[in-house]
């Protein structure tokens, strides 16, 4: 080679790069426009002409609680799979699973005795438990804070009724921390108590509500120890018993109902777009259908259902032909059992299906404001590039882990990429698993715009795959 | 200089610059630390003692509405001087200044009449509108969709009542732009109307609530053209109109009673940290007192002032001491005259006061996102540095732009840096200036964090300046 020759061949060879770059970035770039025109454009369809309001509105209070097992369940099946239908699904069907059947059995009561003079308490029995029996449970009551002081004063237990009082923690910004760092006493707590004789619980609700709700929610008998009846009780009452208990000993009486009847048929409600290119590529998106039955189950997880179908429903009312198979998931069973997603990921085991990707909203129907994650390294870096797509519409956070109850056992199973939607945390404890998750706690727009980031999210991995 | 004496000075050089960046970098960090801490203090102090709550309570439930010139407006500013001083200001005094007098004088009355049929319209008087008289206002009734369509068909308008029904876009995510694009039809619509004839004005509310509460608001007349009786009408009720016009030509009857008394006698209420080392440096937060006659007035801006409450509350609670001057600022005449942030800036100018940054609330009690901020780019850097340190508590984004209408006359005058909190806006024109906006409106935890987030800003800026 020649030295003349040399810088030439060099200009060449930099301006052939630059050419080939400049084709990448502008490819890219237009790539990257007519995914934001048609997010856009889902965003517009979405908050201009949803059915997730109405559908929400229908599934709220004209089915209402739809616990595993109960009738509500039934009917929120066959409206489930005609407003899969109804969005457009090119098919749509119910996958069996059997699932428990908890009945609450009658109205739970709870009073306070002190100095022979009764005070009623707003409680609710938890998922789950046992009932008091014919006659009411009256005992002396004792308070604890924690588990620790449960243990310290383990001699004092034995034929009383312990109220952990726990409180629920209002300094953490993320109220689902506090949900985690309070709620082993809802699940572990009548077990914990009556291995030290306890014969009833009660536990303060995981909430910070300002007002008096009871939030009921399951908890989980160890077979080591007698079952023994649990309520959970609103925060004012919770102050209130206890201020009954600082002046002096009291006696609380407990008449809960309470009882399993056998397990019975359920099922996953799914409707499907089958992938024009990887049609044996499939991603799931989801809600649970199941409710605790002592509310409308809007926040928890209504939400994630009509957001669920309304994702359907805009890729079809904008014609938009999938790469990939979507599944559209309104699982059965969250809430007691879980049953459901152990069963859709089984199915996939069985059947030998690749689950690419699995989004869940289950954190209440408010406004969208981060998705978290349980993907590898490599795919989080992918994912990071579409962040500035998404942002506009609130999701402004991506962030490793996260998911959903009801995917999970498809991450677990197939290590599938799962993620979940988080919407602000702020109010949603004040409704979860109580009367007060209503219709009415739901906004439209805050509803909707979950809807817009899940289907963005979703419109991405399917067309660049994960 | 010799060859090989100046890789050594080189080599030492280097070595000292290392070090004091290291220096630098560790008193920074320290800084960031002790900062870190601090505002995580102020976090759990707000977040667990918090009275903004109470406070809220109080002002809209005890004294509730609260116009200029009303009642309500000298019951609210006993209410804030007594708050302020309670929560541990060195001095707290009230800032004269004359506000606008007006009165809706009686209950704004609407109906439509189809075929003879009367229906009843939900409306409220727009701000600053005048009366109907003694007898019912009764016309043709036509609507346009827009100023352009007015002047288009500005033939048929005389002797009607225009009925503007412009859409509030829900297709825009950030809800104050719909706000920003549609509110010139209350603004400017009655004018525009009656240069061309008409004799009253309906305007659609602004909002996308999912009820039917009439929102008002201040409407300006032109002095070029008649005043006009002006109304705003519930969404529901603006979509029923709309389909009785649509089926043939229908009237509609109006009775509002709005009218002007003399300007009279209103306040600033403002409570002072002084500056331990900048006594004559000046910050300012605050919201406005006054409210619209015809709600509550919680989120508007009831939540404004009752964060800028806490958050001296929150530093007297700590024993922090402040470097420069803190004024906490409860503004009144906000709504309908500007009246309150006119005079402060004003009697800044008087005192030659130096006013170093001013930070508003008034955007609602919902959860922080944001702050937008109208600064230098050389502030707007050094503000940067502080967002990891508030982002935790929800404030993720910092934007240019941003403020509020009452500090707004300080940044044009002494263009002092001001910033507006930005909360969640999803639901904010659900409530804004209809009997909605109540103190059940507002979620305690949402309305703690917006204090928190103001408390660190504030906080930051006393420490560092801008």
Redesign the interface.
Known sequence: MNTTTTPFIFIRTIRTCLLLLAIIIAGAAMGQESDSLFIRKM??EI??RSSA?ENLRVLTKQIGPRLAGSSGMVKAERWGAAALQAAGADRTWMQECMVPHWVRGGQDQARVLVNGKSTTLDVVALGNSIGSGKSELMAPVIEVRSFEELRQREQEVKGKIVFYNYPFN??F?R?FQAYSDANKYRGQGPSQAARYGAVGVVVRSMS?S?DNHPHTGSTRYDSLYNKVPAVAIGLQDADRLSGFIAAGPVQVGLRTHGYFLPDTIGHNIIGELKGSEFPNEIITVGGHLDSWDNCEGAHDDGAGCVQTIEILRAFKALGYVPKRTIRFVLFANEENGLRGGTQYAEEARQKGEKHVFALESDAGGF?P?AFGFTVSDAQFQKILQWQSLIA???C??FSRGGGGADIGPLNRLFNTPVAGLQP?S??YF?YHHARSDVFEAV????LE?GAVNMAALIYLIDRYGL
């Open positions: 965003a517009d908050l201009l309001y209002a300094a910004v109220t910070h300002a406004t404001r506009p519409y609130g402004t956070e602000d702020q109010r004040d906004n439209k727009r805050e715009l």
